[in-house]
């Protein structure tokens, strides 16, 4: 059974940075496109990056939103996949959800929340 476990959220005031981790496990990391949703208050969950399994040749994708401010990246050796958030606005404030997706199954962290504010 493959687990998620996201760490690095917290305040931070805009302009800033954070880093986020989401450690893998229960599986073969390579395998698995993974990815980081947000979902603020009242709103849906929304894709924010992702970065396809490495037998597909470790592509990334962005959200419009995020591009140019996050940077998705994997550490194969460590099995987690890290979001680097710089720039951070007001509206970036969410629960961010790490998500690994192929064709065994999707499975999802527990959140780790961000909280963007002067």
């Known amino acids: 059974q493959v687990q998620l476990v996201e760490s690095g959220g917290g305040l931070v005031q805009p302009g800033g940075s954070l880093r986020l981790s989401c450690a893998f496990s229960?599986?073969?990391?390579?395998?698995?496109?993974m990815a980081w949703y947000r979902q603020a208050p009242g709103k849906q969950r929304d894709l924010v990056a992702v970065?396809?399994?490495?037998?597909?040749?470790?592509?990334?994708n962005y959200a419009d939103s995020v591009k140019g401010r996050f940077t998705i990246s994997r550490d194969k050796d460590k099995n987690t996949i890290n979001l680097q958030m710089n720039s951070l606005k007001l509206e970036d404030t969410a629960v961010y959800y790490c998500?690994?997706?192929?064709?065994?199954?999707?499975?999802w962290g527990q959140g780790t929340q961000v909280t963007v504010s002067s």
């Open positions: 970065i396809s399994s490495i037998s597909s040749g470790g592509g990334t």
């Open positions: 229960g599986s073969i990391f390579a395998i698995y496109t």
């Open positions: 998500n690994a997706k192929n064709w065994l199954g999707e499975y």
